[in-house]
Structures are given as C-alpha cells and as structure tokens.
T-cell receptor, first 113, second 115 residues
Framework: GQQLNQSPQSMFIQEGEDVSMNCTSS?????WLWYKQDPGEGPVLLIA???AGELTSNGRLTAQFGITRKDSFLNISASIPSDVGIYFC?????????????WGAGTKLIIKP | GAVVSQHPSRVICKSGTSVKIECRSL??????MFWYRQFPKKSLMLMAT?????????EQGVEKDKFLINHASLTLSTLTVTSAHPEDSSFYIC???????????FGPGTRLLVL
C-alpha cells in the first residue's frame, strides 16, 4: 500500500547531539503525526500537527507540518539515552472518514555511549 | 487519558488452534478501532478497520475468515486468528480513536508465536 518516504532509515549519534528526520509524500495530508516505538511496545504519539506550516514542540521535540502539506520533519535536541527507539511519521488523508494512517518506514535512532 | 490496552501481551499456541486478542479503550469510547500487524524491523501494516456495531473493513490481501474482528462495544474490539499457522506469528497492534477525534491511540501490542 501507499507509504510515506521517511529518512534517514537509521541514525547513529552521540548523546547530546541534535537529531533531525523527515517524511515526504506525493499526496497531500490533512494531519501529520509522529510516533515513537520502543521494542516490543506499541507506538506512542509524540506530536500531532493539524495545520500547514504549524510548528509544535513537546519538550525537546519539535515538529513542523510543511506548507505544501506533503512533508514534515521532527527534530530532537540534546539527545539522551532514552530517546533510543524507532520513530514513525504518519499522515492522515483529506477524504478518509475513518482517519486511516499512512505510515513511513521508520527511523531507528541509536545513541552511542 | 486516551489509554488503550491489549490482552494478552504474549501468546504461544500450537498450529491449528485459534487465538483471541482483546483491545480495550480504557478511558474513552472508541468509535473506530484499527488492527495492525508488524513484522520485525518493518512499519505497521493495517489489517482492518472496524466501527462499533459494523462489520470490519479489511485491507486488500487480508483474509477476513482468517482474521475475525468483532467490535461489539465502544470500548472493546477482538481479533481472532483462526486455525493459526507459524506464518501468522507476528506482532499485532490495535489502535482506537474516539468520535470526532482524528488521533489514533495505540495499544502495547500482542506478540503471537505459533509453533
């Protein structure tokens, strides 16, 4: 099925570094969501974006809904060990009354000690 | 708020048996519930969407007779994997959203291993 283009696929960073990942799509979305998934757990919602151009923060996390409605980025500042996990972007289409999600492939974040 | 639970968290069963997984919204009424399957190191794959009181809508390629979904109340949906086989082994995750709410909240997942 349709999938968002999420990059990078994985990141190896030092603790304290900033992290940036993004998602792009050929389709317009009404909502962009960013989730984090720890091993053996379900995804946990980090940030939800509802308006084009919207910039939203949640602690050290910042995400933006692109003006074209076809992209979004997530930044994590001053990474800490508990940031390790897989981050997924997800988009909700304009016409889907059930609000189904289209998913990115995920970005695996690994922090080097 | 917006807590979704799943039970069991892990299940091991013999090939040919059926397994039921429950998904509950604990503090809100879930008008729509979604069932996903996730393979190792992959993204979530939507299996079906169910609205309370209606038959589930299955995604292309998902056998509805194999994966029975019941959404009998606003707080409970069940997924039954019938006549399970080793290839059904996977991580199954449910999510739920309330009326008029766009955001989906996810359960912790159920790890199924079919021997």
């Amino acid at each position: 099925g349709q999938q968002l283009n999420q990059s990078p696929q994985s990141m190896f960073i030092q603790e304290g570094e900033d992290v940036s990942m993004n998602c792009t799509s050929s389709s317009i979305f009404n909502t962009w969501l960013w989730y984090k998934q720890d091993p053996g757990e379900g995804p946990v919602l980090l940030i939800a974006l509802y308006k084009a151009g919207e910039l939203t923060s949640n602690g050290r996390l910042t995400a933006q809904f692109g003006i074209t409605r076809k992209d979004s980025f997530l930044n994590i500042s001053a990474s800490i060990p508990s940031d390790v996990g897989i981050y997924f972007c997800a988009g909700q289409g304009l016409m889907d009354s059930n609000y189904q999600l289209i998913w990115g492939a995920g970005t695996k974040l690994i922090i080097k000690p | 708020g917006a807590v979704v639970s799943q039970h069991p968290s892990r299940v091991i069963c013999k090939s040919g048996t059926s397994v039921k997984i429950e998904c509950r919204s604990l503090d809100f009424q879930a008008t729509t519930m979604f069932w996903y399957r996730q393979f190792p190191k992959k993204s979530l794959m939507l299996m079906a969407t169910s609205n309370e009181g209606s038959k589930a809508t299955y995604e292309q390629g998902v056998e509805k007779d194999k994966f029975l979904i019941n959404h009998a109340s606003l707080t409970l949906s069940t997924l039954t994997v019938t006549s399970a086989h080793p290839e059904d082994s996977s991580f199954y995750i449910c999510s739920a959203r309330g009326r008029g709410v766009e955001t989906q909240y996810f359960g912790p997942g159920t790890r199924l291993l079919v021997l």
